[in-house]
């Protein structure tokens, strides 16, 4: 198979993706082991991503398996990872466009943070402030609109600028909304029950569904991730405490292996002689 039939193979996987974690494993799988392909093959993350036709929650998929790419990436001498890394920020502004999928994507984001030696724990923090400055609050007041920040960082950190960035814009067209449509205390019995018509924003059920079984995997995934364990590389493997033990004591001398296998056939005499039921 070559180069452009692998691509395409891809590129359905991507198209196909569920949230669950067998289904990512097998792509990132697959992308690992072509990763000899990964000009062709890097190239179709994006283009899926572009894609007009995809919906927010396929979107948010794609980025979970991102990050179980970059996770496995280790195996495989760290393919994609640095790839990954300069588009992170593209990635997290085509993915990150509602609210309705933040929290996944911050999500996603901590995990991948992990592999890189950059601190970022004072941007996950942020994530759950409040991010208003004092002039936003005034805009509020005013009815005006919020500006958009730009940021000269890359990389990793400039996706999670981005993210917060999103973060702060949703932040402040919810307080925009709160103040414009204020909450009332009570409401009309007839208002209560009233029969709304179908809003053409409303989620279908294979929406619904698709975003509980996303929070499944993620909680799922969170959990997976505490029983990580990242050796430091001055800590002794088990198979260099087993050479270095093994290599220790001389090899034994025909007199010395005939009376410790003399030893160790009584033993399994004794052993066999316990069982109740002798056929064993």
């Given at each position: 198979?070559?180069?452009?039939?692998?691509?395409?193979?891809?590129?359905?996987?991507?198209?196909?993706?569920?949230p669950q974690i067998g289904v990512l494993n097998k792509a990132a799988t697959?992308?690992?082991?072509?990763?000899?392909?990964?000009?062709?093959?890097?190239?179709?993350?994006?283009?899926?991503?572009?894609?007009?036709?995809?919906?927010?929650?396929?979107?948010?998929?794609?980025?979970?398996?991102?990050?179980?790419?970059?996770?496995?990436?280790?195996?495989?001498?760290?393919?994609?990872?640095?790839?990954?890394?300069?588009?992170?920020?593209?990635?997290?502004?085509?993915?990150?466009?509602?609210?309705?999928?933040?929290?996944?994507?911050?999500?996603?984001?901590?995990?991948?943070?992990?592999?890189?030696?950059?601190?970022?724990?004072?941007?996950?923090?942020?994530?759950?402030?409040?991010?208003?400055?004092?002039?936003?609050?005034?805009?509020?007041?005013?009815?005006?609109?919020?500006?958009?920040?730009?940021?000269?960082?890359?990389?990793?950190?400039?996706?999670?600028?981005?993210?917060?960035?999103?973060?702060?814009?949703?932040?402040?067209?919810?307080?925009?909304?709160?103040?414009?449509?204020?909450?009332?205390?009570?409401?009309?019995?007839?208002?209560?029950?009233?029969?709304?018509?179908?809003?053409?924003?409303?989620?279908?059920?294979?929406?619904?569904?698709?975003?509980?079984?996303?929070?499944?995997?993620?909680?799922?995934?969170?959990?997976?991730?505490?029983?990580?364990?990242?050796?430091?590389?001055?800590?002794?493997?088990?198979?260099?405490?087993?050479?270095?033990?093994?290599?220790?004591?001389?090899?034994?001398?025909?007199?010395?292996?005939?009376?410790?296998?003399?030893?160790?056939?009584?033993?399994?005499?004794?052993?066999?002689?316990?069982?109740?039921?002798?056929?064993?």
């Amino acid at each position: 198979m070559d180069s452009f039939d692998i691509a395409n193979q891809f590129a359905q996987l991507l198209r196909n993706l569920t949230p669950q974690i067998g289904v990512l494993n097998k792509a990132a799988t697959f992308a690992l082991k072509n990763s000899d392909n990964e000009d062709y093959l890097f190239p179709t993350i994006l283009n899926v991503l572009h894609d007009k036709n995809l919906n927010i929650n396929q979107k948010s998929t794609i980025f979970q398996f991102i990050d179980v790419l970059i996770d496995e990436a280790h195996k495989y001498n760290g393919a994609y990872v640095k790839n990954i890394e300069k588009i992170l920020p593209a990635i997290i502004k085509n993915i990150c466009v509602s609210s309705s999928n933040m929290f996944n994507v911050y999500q996603s984001l901590c995990s991948i943070s992990k592999h890189f030696k950059i601190n970022v724990k004072e941007y996950e923090d942020k994530f759950y402030t409040d991010l208003l400055t004092e002039e936003d609050k005034k805009l509020i007041e005013e009815n005006g609109q919020i500006e958009s920040k730009k940021f000269d960082d890359h990389g990793l950190i400039l996706a999670w600028k981005i993210l917060l960035e999103r973060k702060r814009r949703s932040q402040f067209e919810r307080a925009k909304l709160l103040r414009s449509n204020p909450i009332h205390e009570t409401v009309e019995e007839d208002e209560l029950f009233k029969v709304k018509s179908k809003d053409k924003y409303a989620l279908s059920k294979r929406q619904i569904l698709s975003r509980l079984e996303d929070d499944r995997e993620l909680h799922k995934r969170s959990k997976e991730n505490l029983w990580n364990v990242n050796r430091d590389k001055s800590v002794l493997t088990e198979q260099e405490f087993k050479d270095h033990y093994w290599n220790k004591f001389n090899a034994l001398n025909d007199e010395e292996g005939k009376e410790f296998f003399n030893a160790l056939s009584d033993l399994n005499d004794l052993v066999s002689a316990s069982y109740k039921d002798q056929q064993y």
